[in-house]
């Protein structure tokens, strides 16, 4: 079997879930790639720099170091790997403590101990290389690349489907999941395998972060997609329903429900 490129999985992975958006590949770097722009560039939020990245055409590749995390969300820099969380984390994601930002809180998780162990369940975090670069799979067309995983944005129906391509062929049918972290964790950590106790090679759905709902369209989800899934998603396309039956897949004539 003929392997295919990343940029043919970017593009099979649009074709698919008929994606307005661009499918991002993620790798790792021992030096900054050239014509990389810097995502601290764009936005402090990692995940706002992804999901920009995606949908407009001003950039193709961004990227974030270890030798360049000043002006970056420090959970963002933990999540990627670079740091380490702080230990006043716990009272930020429950209920808040007056010892961090004058109490400020997110009451994402019901207590600061069971945010503790929420944090430490994740298992060490390891940075794809000096540099984690997220670029546009339909502009790259270098094959040395060691891709990690790809990114894709959709409305429900399309990010339905992709998930029901993954089901296709393998055996297992659970490994699609919905993981706690921020919107960041669920677009690349997880689905890179980068969390030592995240299951690895598998399908990320997200965001869970509600923080990022004031900049993610209420109407989207974001998939995260191993590369060997990814891989088999691209060469089943053509077999599967997406393509034998596309009227099911993605119907000309709906029934409409009255709310």
């Known amino acids: 079997m003929v392997d295919l490129t990343i940029k043919e999985i970017g593009i ?18 021992d030096t900054i790639p050239v014509n990389a722009t810097p995502m601290r560039k764009i936005n402090r939020c990692l995940a706002n720099v992804i999901f920009t990245l995606s949908t407009q055409k001003i950039i193709n ?6 030798d360049d995390l000043k002006g970056y969300c420090p959970g963002g820099q933990a999540w990627f790997g670079y740091k380490t969380f702080i230990p006043m984390l716990k009272y930020f994601l429950s209920t808040g403590s007056e010892d961090f930002r004058g109490g ?49 944005f959709g409305v429900s129906e ?7 391509l993954a089901h296709f062929r393998p055996e297992n049918a659970v490994n699609i999941q919905n993981l706690w972290g921020a919107s960041c964790a669920s677009f690349v950590t997880y689905p890179a395998g980068m969390a030592e106790n995240s299951p690895k090679n598998s399908i990320i759905i997200g965001p869970s972060d509600p923080t990022g709902n004031y900049w993610f369209p209420r109407n989207y ?15 089943d396309l053509d077999q599967s329903f997406i393509t034998k039956r596309s009227e099911v897949a993605y119907p000309v004539n709906r029934t409409s429900f009255k709310s």
Request: glycine residues 6%.
């Open 61 to 66: 590749k961004v990227y974030i170091g270890e």
């Open 104 to 152: 400020a809180a997110e009451f994402l998780i019901a207590n600061p101990d069971l945010a503790e162990k929420q944090l430490r369940s994740i298992g060490k975090i390891s940075p794809l290389g000096r540099y984690t670069v997220i670029q546009k799979c339909d502009e790259l067309d270098d094959q040395n690349l060691e891709a990690k995983a790809f990114i894709c």
């Open 221 to 235: 989800l974001s998939i995260g997609i191993a590369f060997e899934i990814a891989t088999r998603m691209a060469r």
């Open 12 to 29: 099979k992975l649009t074709q698919a879930g008929m994606l307005k958006t661009s499918v991002l590949c993620v790798y790792g770097s």
């Open 158 to 164: 399309q990010i339905r489907n992709l998930c029901s």
